[in-house]
């Protein structure tokens, strides 16, 4: 019998482990999952059959994407207020590590590999919010919150310039709940 049959839990820790600390220094496009496979000790075959894509392990092993089940999991009401405060002590917390930096830096070398990402963090958070969201535009104001998410993480995070910048991480909550309250409670 094979060991990641005996430890298959096991395993998927040493997986997720590995590809953090590989996505954390190579970047998306450069971490590969041979290296992730060899820093687990496992098969390379083994890390695609747990997860099934380098998009999806990225999604399992990074920051923020991992916990969005349990943001969005909870009153419909204060929606907007979890997301904006999850969003904010998570990126005050190690924004380097965070998926929407990584993605935002890897569009200058990998545009198609950016764009994959972006896809498979996308159609991750349709299906956190679906069960939340109301009317036939679902898929549209989640592709909207993502892209004020996008846009925050690179004018706070990335650039560091303007008023997104400056501001406390209390006031930027406030102001991102109004503007996510807008976004997702506003249907067709």
Same mark, same amino acid.
């Not at 919150?145 to 406030?174: C, H, K, S």
């Given at each position: 019998?094979?060991?990641?049959?005996?430890?298959?839990?096991?395993?998927?820790?040493?997986?997720?482990?590995?590809?953090?600390?590989?996505?954390?220094?190579?970047?998306?496009?450069?971490?590969?999952?041979?290296?992730?496979?060899?820093?687990?000790?496992?098969?390379?075959?083994?890390?695609?059959?747990?997860?099934?894509?380098?998009?999806?392990?990225?999604?399992?092993?990074?920051?923020?994407?991992?916990?969005?089940?349990?943001?969005?999991?909870?009153?419909?009401?204060?929606?907007?207020?979890?997301?904006?405060?999850?969003?904010?002590?998570?990126?005050? $917390?190690?924004?380097? %590590? @965070?998926? /929407?930096?990584?993605? *935002?830096?890897? &569009?200058?070398? #990998?545009?198609?590999?950016?764009?994959?990402?972006?896809?498979?963090?996308?159609?991750?958070?349709?299906?956190?919010?679906?069960?939340?969201?109301?009317?036939?535009?679902?898929?549209?104001?989640?592709?909207?919150?993502?892209?004020?998410?996008?846009?925050?993480?690179?004018?706070?995070?990335?650039?560091?310039?303007?008023?997104? $910048?400056?501001?406390? %991480? @209390?006031? /930027?909550?406030?102001? *991102?709940?109004? &503007?996510?309250? #807008?976004?997702?409670?506003?249907?067709?």
């Amino acid at each position: 019998m094979s060991s990641h049959r005996r430890d298959p839990e096991g395993h998927r820790r040493a997986i997720l482990e590995a590809a953090r600390a590989s996505f954390g220094e190579r970047g998306f496009t450069g971490a590969t999952v041979r290296d992730i496979a060899a820093r687990a000790g496992v098969t390379h075959g083994l890390v695609l059959r747990q997860f099934g894509s380098k998009e999806r392990l990225f999604l399992a092993a990074v920051p923020g994407h991992r916990e969005l089940d349990q943001v969005v999991g909870g009153d419909r009401a204060t929606l907007p207020e979890r997301v904006a405060r999850a969003y904010v002590e998570r990126m005050e $917390a190690g924004a380097a %590590a @965070d998926p /929407l930096v990584v993605l *935002l830096r890897s &569009v200058g070398s #990998d545009q198609q590999a950016a764009a994959t990402l972006l896809a498979a963090m996308a159609a991750n958070s349709i299906e956190a919010y679906r069960p939340l969201l109301t009317g036939d535009d679902v898929e549209a104001r989640v592709a909207l919150l993502g892209a004020q998410m996008i846009g925050v993480t690179f004018n706070r995070y990335i650039a560091r310039t303007g008023p997104l $910048a400056t501001m406390t %991480a @209390d006031e /930027l909550t406030t102001h *991102l709940t109004r &503007v996510l309250r #807008d976004i997702l409670f506003s249907s067709r």
